[in-house]
């Protein structure tokens, strides 16, 4: 199984802060990595698909790259609705994996 | 738009059984895979099964395998979960997403509580 090991687990920030999460694969998954934003009681989200493509109607400050086994997720100028749990998922490969997820809060 | 909505969750002890459904719309739905995914409550994302567009090729998570069973039926647009043998560490929010999953919808879930 592939293995995704995502950091931090939480985040403290500031509007205005550029944020940076990280998520390594176990193995190269072939850019097959989405990012997602979910916040409490809702389904999570779809940011980031195949590592760096912006979803539709997602606010341009949220980007992703990477390739291979590392890839890095920023959300530039934080704002306060931002505030909500991040996870990556690995689809290259069953079983598809996910991150462990970074809380993220403002200071 | 694309639409999917869950139902089916509830309360069941332990050893019983329940079943999921995932109704869809504004798509063509026989043209399209799907994937089960759960979240147990303040918990990480995992998923659970997959199923091609024609039913013919089934995954699932070592977790739930032998006991559950994923199927579909392309004429009501429907994608099911059938769930025996639940165990307390069921419990969890499900989700139906289509696949691939960079496609990114997800339904709202629907809530599966195991406990005695």
């Known amino acids: 199984d592939i293995q995704m090991t995502q950091s931090p687990s939480s985040l403290s920030a500031s509007v205005g802060d550029r944020v940076t999460i990280t998520c390594q694969a176990s193995?190269?998954?072939?850019?097959?990595l989405n990012w997602y934003q979910q916040k409490p009681g809702k389904a999570p989200k779809l940011l980031i698909y195949?590592?760096?493509s912006l979803q539709t109607g997602v606010p341009s400050r949220f980007s992703g790259s990477g390739t291979g086994t590392d890839f890095t997720f920023t959300i530039n100028s934080l704002q306060p609705e931002d505030i909500a749990t991040y996870f990556c998922?690995?689809?290259?490969?069953?079983?598809?994996?996910f991150g462990q997820g970074t809380k993220l809060e403002i200071k | 738009e694309v639409q999917l909505v869950e139902s089916g969750g509830g309360f069941v002890h332990p050893g019983g059984s329940l079943r999921l459904s995932c109704g869809a719309s504004?798509?063509?739905?026989?043209?399209?895979?799907f994937n089960w995914v759960r979240q147990a409550p303040g918990k990480g994302l995992e998923w659970v099964s997959y199923?091609?567009?024609?039913?013919?090729?089934?995954y699932y998570a070592d977790s739930v395998r032998g006991r559950f069973t994923i199927s579909r039926d392309n004429a009501k647009k429907s994608l099911y979960l059938q769930m025996n043998s639940l165990r307390v560490e069921d419990t969890a929010f499900y989700y139906c997403?289509?696949?691939?999953?960079?496609?990114?919808?997800w339904g709202q879930g629907t809530l599966v509580t195991v406990s005695s």
């Open positions: 997403a289509r696949a691939p999953f960079n496609l990114g919808d």
């Open positions: 504004g798509f063509t739905f026989s043209s399209y895979e």
């Open positions: 199923i091609s567009s024609t039913g013919t090729t089934i």
């Open positions: 193995q190269d998954i072939n850019n097959y």
């Open positions: 195949d590592a760096s």
């Open positions: 998922l690995q689809y290259d490969d069953v079983p598809y994996t």
